[in-house]
C-alpha cells in the first residue's frame, strides 16, 4: 500500500491510495482512496492525519488486551525502606537474626511489614495479617508471613529490646562529639481493655494520666534528646510512683549510653530530694521543674517581680537564688500568665453553673480538688466562691520554678532546656495518638507488651528523624485550597506527608496473557517533600516486570527484575 501522484488532461496533479495485490499470477493495483489536490504541504497534513488514526487505533487495540485488578500501597514502603537503610535498623536485624540461625523466617520482611503498617493504618498484628498485607506492594513484602511468626517477632523484639536502644543510639546521635549532653525524660501511662492483673507484673492497677482508674496500665518511662530522638525506654508496672524511677533511668543513661556527662531533664513529678542525691551520686546534672508552693515560707521572695530581670522584652522576665546548694531560677512568662488566667476563668465558670444548680449545704458535693480550694461555707453553710482563695491564686500566675545544679548555663539556657520538655510530650502524643497508636495495646504477657513498645519505638525513631529533616530542609506544607494560600505556612509534618504517601500506588498492568509491568503512580506535593527532606530518590515509573513461563520462555525471563 503507498500514495501515488497521477495528473490530469490539464496536468492538476492528485494524490491516490493505492494497494497492489496479486491475481492470476501477475501483480495489479487497485485505487482504493482519492486523497485530493497535491498542494503545497498537504502531504504532511495527510500523514499527521494518518499518523493520529494510526495511534488511535493502536490505543484502542492495546486497551483491548489491558488488565488493571487492583493497586497497592507503595509510597510508605519506599520510604521506610530507606530509613531502615540510613539508620542502621537493616544492620540491626540481620545481627538478631545471626543469633538466632534455626529461626525459619524472615525477621526483616517481619519488621519492616509492622512498622510500615503502623505509619498507613495502625492496628492489633492480627489486623495487619488479616486486611494490611494484602494491601502493601507485593514485591516488598514477604508473602510467607504467618499470623503466629508476627506474634513470635514481637517476642524476639522484646528480647533483644537493650541491643535495639544500643544500636539505634549509635546510629541516630553521637552524644562523644557534642560539647552539651542533655536527656529529656518523662513518663506516661498507656491504659489495657482488662482488669486483670495475674497474667504478669507489668499490667497493674495506679494512677492513670488518662483519668481511666477502671483499667489497668503500665508506666512508659522515655527518654529522649533535644532533637526530639528517642534514645531508649522503660515499662514499669501500672502502680509505679514515677519518682521511684528516677535511679533506674539513671543507671541505665549511665551504662547503656556510655555518656560522659549528662544532664538530666525532667517535670516536676520526679523532684524529691531522694533524686536529687541519687542524681549527684552519680556524678549527674539535673534542670528539674520545682513546686514554689511547697516553699510557702519564702512566697514573698518567690513572688515579687521586682526582683527579676528581663530576658525578652516584656514575655519573659527571672529572678535566680539558691536552695542549699543548688540553684533555683524563677521565672515568669507572659504565655505562662495568660494560659493560668484562661484555665482559672474555665473553673470558676464551671463552679459557678454547679453551685447554682446544687442545693445541699456542703461544699463536698465538688469531687475534684483543684476545684476545691476555690469553695467555701458562707455563715449559713452555703457554699460559695472563696474570693479570697481567687485573689491568692492570681497573684502566681505566671511564675514557674526550675532546680538545677549546672553551674556553667545562663538562667535563660537553664529555662529554654527545661522548656524543651514539650518535645517529649509531643513524643508521647505521636506513640499514643493516632499517628502510631500504642494503645490500645492487645497484649496480655509482659514479653510481648514490651515487644509492642520495641515496635511502636522503632517506629518513632523513624518518624523523629523524618520530623528532624523535614525541619532542617525548612518544608513547609502544600496549601490544597485558597482559603489555606492567604494563611502562613505551617511546617509539614510527617503524618501528613504520610496521608499523601499512602495514595502513591503501585499498579499491575497485564498485557495479554504473557507480560506484567509494576508502574506507579506521580509522586507530588507534600509526598515529594518527604523523599527530598529524606534523600531518597523517587524510583522509575517502572517498578518492574514480569514474563510468565512458557515451554519456549528462557528461564531467566520468568523472574522478577529484582530478583534476576
Not at 511547697?294 to 525578652?312: A, V
Not at 515568669?332 to 447554682?356: C, G, H, M, P, V
Amino acid at each position: 500500500m503507498h500514495i501515488r501522484t497521477v495528473r490530469n488532461s490539464k496536468g492538476q496533479a492528485y494524490y491516490q491510495l493505492v494497494e497492489s495485490f496479486r491475481q492470476d499470477g501477475q501483480v495489479k493495483k487497485r485505487i482504493l482512496l482519492s486523497l485530493g489536490k497535491v498542494e503545497d504541504h498537504k502531504i504532511d497534513a495527510l500523514s499527521q492525519a494518518i499518523a493520529r488514526h494510526r495511534k488511535q487505533l493502536t490505543a484502542i487495540h492495546t486497551a483491548g488486551s489491558v488488565n488493571v485488578k487492583d493497586t497497592f500501597i507503595l509510597g510508605p514502603l519506599l520510604v521506610i525502606e530507606g530509613l531502615f537503610k540510613r539508620l542502621g535498623i537493616d544492620t540491626l536485624i540481620e545481627e538478631i537474626q545471626h543469633q538466632h540461625p534455626k529461626l525459619s523466617f524472615d525477621l526483616r520482611s517481619h519488621i519492616f511489614s509492622l512498622v510500615v503498617s503502623r505509619f498507613i493504618r495502625p492496628g492489633s498484628k492480627l489486623k495487619v495479617y488479616d486486611s494490611m498485607l494484602d494491601r502493601l506492594y507485593p514485591r516488598m513484602i514477604s508473602h510467607k508471613i504467618r499470623l503466629h511468626t508476627l506474634y513470635r517477632t514481637i517476642s524476639l523484639l522484646a528480647k533483644h529490646k537493650d541491643l535495639i536502644e544500643e544500636s539505634l543510639y549509635r546510629y541516630g546521635r553521637d552524644l562523644f562529639n557534642m560539647e552539651l549532653d542533655v536527656v529529656l525524660y518523662d513518663l506516661t501511662t498507656l491504659r489495657f481493655e482488662s482488669t486483670r492483673t495475674d497474667l504478669g507484673r507489668l499490667r497493674q492497677f495506679g494512677y492513670s494520666k488518662e483519668m481511666r482508674s477502671d483499667c489497668t496500665q503500665v508506666v512508659l518511662g522515655l527518654l529522649v534528646d533535644t532533637n526530639g530522638i528517642p534514645l531508649g525506654f522503660e515499662v514499669y508496672p501500672g502502680n509505679t510512683f514515677e519518682g521511684k524511677t528516677v535511679k533506674d533511668i539513671v543507671q541505665k543513661i549511665r551504662n547503656k549510653f556510655r555518656v560522659r556527662r549528662f544532664i538530666f531533664v525532667a517535670d516536676r513529678g520526679l523532684l524529691s530530694e531522694e533524686n536529687l542525691n541519687h542524681l549527684r551520686g552519680e556524678g549527674g546534672e539535673f534542670i528539674v521543674g520545682m513546686k514554689l508552693g511547697i516553699f510557702k515560707q519564702r512566697h514573698e521572695e518567690f513572688y515579687d517581680r521586682n526582683k527579676f530581670r528581663t530576658l525578652q522584652d516584656d514575655s519573659l522576665y527571672v529572678y535566680e537564688t539558691t536552695h542549699n546548694e543548688d540553684r533555683v531560677v524563677v521565672s515568669w512568662s507572659r504565655s505562662r500568665y495568660e494560659r493560668d488566667q484562661k484555665t482559672r476563668a474555665d473553673i470558676i465558670k464551671k463552679i459557678l453553673k454547679k453551685l447554682k444548680n446544687q442545693k445541699t449545704k456542703t461544699e463536698s458535693f465538688i469531687s475534684n480538688k483543684g476545684w476545691k480550694r476555690y469553695v467555701r461555707l458562707d455563715g449559713q453553710s452555703h457554699p460559695v466562691l472563696d474570693e479570697k482563695a481567687i485573689h491568692e491564686d492570681e497573684k502566681k500566675d505566671g511564675f514557674f520554678g526550675i532546680v538545677t545544679n549546672v553551674k556553667d548555663l545562663s538562667a535563660e539556657d537553664i529555662v529554654t532546656q527545661y522548656k524543651d520538655l514539650w518535645k517529649i510530650e509531643d513524643a508521647f502524643g505521636e506513640i499514643k495518638g493516632p499517628t502510631l497508636r500504642a494503645r490500645p495495646t492487645f497484649h496480655w504477657t509482659d514479653e510481648r507488651i514490651v515487644g509492642h513498645l520495641c515496635l511502636c519505638f522503632i517506629s518513632y525513631f523513624c518518624e523523629a528523624h523524618l520530623t528532624k529533616l523535614l525541619r532542617q530542609k525548612g518544608m513547609v506544607l502544600n496549601s490544597h485550597s485558597i482559603q489555606e494560600e492567604m494563611i502562613e505556612k505551617r511546617p509539614l509534618t510527617v503524618a501528613e506527608a504520610m496521608k499523601e504517601l499512602c495514595e502513591v500506588r503501585a499498579v499491575p498492568v497485564e498485557f495479554g496473557n504473557d507480560n506484567t509491568v509494576w508502574v506507579r503512580t506521580d509522586i507530588n506535593g507534600n509526598a515529594a517533600k518527604l523523599f527530598t527532606a529524606a534523600g531518597i530518590r523517587q524510583p522509575s515509573k517502572i517498578l518492574d516486570y514480569d514474563k510468565k513461563c512458557s515451554a519456549t520462555t528462557p528461564s531467566k525471563l520468568c523472574l522478577p527484575v529484582g530478583d534476576r
